[in-house]
């Protein structure tokens, strides 16, 4: 057990592992990758390493009350925090500062666990980056995020940085054939290419489904706008570059389609990619609050049409300026 646990990220568990065998733990790590491809796991190895009763070679035996507290999250050590309504607030850091004020209990060190830390809002951050400055002794701050470009630098440079990448093929299919007990469609697994953890939430690919089927429903010309909700238009929008990039690649002839695997390969490609920036024109525009209804209609004018040629529509008071 231990690192060797975790499949495809090697070379950052190395770098990890080495701070343990040198003895030279950083106070702040910023783990950063996409969502949904080992981060968190990887982490609570990690700590797990850190605090292991039968530590060797510096990493975690996976077995002792120590790595067995930490992974069932009761180390008394150990602070995991998360999102709490999409943000992280500064009370949350105020209990961090708390926590970390006292020695370790148990263990080496103790440690805060911070998932999605782009969460946290202005003034969390503000507090946040006085405990970053002012590290206590015997304690580790390890953030978590996909988006590190959305922290304050302030932050970021103050963190040991630690970069994951996407599964490569053999990895990520080793990973998906071990969680057996969950069935995955073939769309998730698709979709989710090298971040199982997405592929086995499986949302992903019901959502891509049901995006594939309103726009084969605005391509047989239904004029009565299927999507439930503003949200579900959102998500309808964020999703279509997607139908776009199957009906080029079934155009081309190249690569696996994603969610439309019927496309037609008639479709002139420069129309398909008219077609694909009009959309997403659409999309940026999603924040102004476009009518459902009408948006409905104009995304199927285009999706319907043989040739979009976007100069002419925007060039006129087209159904493009009353959205
Ligand atoms: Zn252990």
Redesign the pocket.
């Known amino acids: 057990m231990g690192f060797s646990e975790i499949k495809g990220h090697e070379r950052p568990l190395r770098i990890l592992q080495g701070t343990i065998r040198r003895n030279r733990i950083p106070s702040a790590l910023l783990f950063t990758g996409d969502s949904g491809i080992g981060k968190r796991s990887s982490a609570l190895i990690y700590l797990?390493a850190l605090n292991?009763?039968?530590?060797q070679d510096g990493d975690?035996?996976?077995?002792?009350t120590?790595?067995r507290k930490i992974a069932s999250g009761n180390h008394p050590d150990l602070l995991s925090i998360q999102p709490d309504g999409g943000e992280i607030k500064i009370e949350t850091i105020r209990s961090v500062e708390e926590f970390l004020a006292m020695k370790p209990y148990e263990g080496r060190k103790k440690a805060v666990l911070i998932d999605e830390a782009d969460a946290m809002n202005i003034n969390a951050s503000n507090a946040f980056l006085k405990t970053l400055e002012e590290p206590p002794a015997d304690s580790v701050i390890l953030l978590i995020t996909a988006n590190p470009d959305t922290l304050p630098d302030t932050i970021r440079s103050r963190c040991f940085q630690v970069r994951f990448s996407p599964l490569p093929a053999a990895a990520y299919n080793a990973v998906l054939n071990a969680a057996q007990s969950t069935e995955i469609d073939d769309t998730a697994r698709r979709l989710a290419k090298g971040r199982p953890g997405l592929a086995l939430a499986g949302t992903h690919g019901a959502d891509a489904r049901r995006c594939a089927e309103l726009y084969a429903a605005m391509a047989r010309g239904e004029t009565k706008d299927a999507w439930e909700d503003r949200q579900d238009m959102e998500q309808w929008l964020a999703l279509a570059p997607l139908v776009f990039r199957d009906l080029a690649v079934a155009r081309i002839g190249a690569g696996e389609p994603l969610l439309v695997t019927d496309a037609p390969k008639t479709e002139d490609i420069g129309t398909v990619l008219e077609k694909y920036r009009a959309v997403q024109r659409v999309q940026t525009r999603s924040a102004f609050n476009l009518n459902k209804g009408i948006t409905w209609q104009y995304v199927s004018e285009i999706v319907r049409s043989k040739k979009w040629e976007v100069g002419s529509r925007e060039s006129g008071a087209g159904s493009q300026e009353e959205l």
Request: proline share 0%; glycine share 8%.
């Open positions: 797990q292991c009763l039968e530590r975690a035996c996976g077995a002792c120590s790595c």
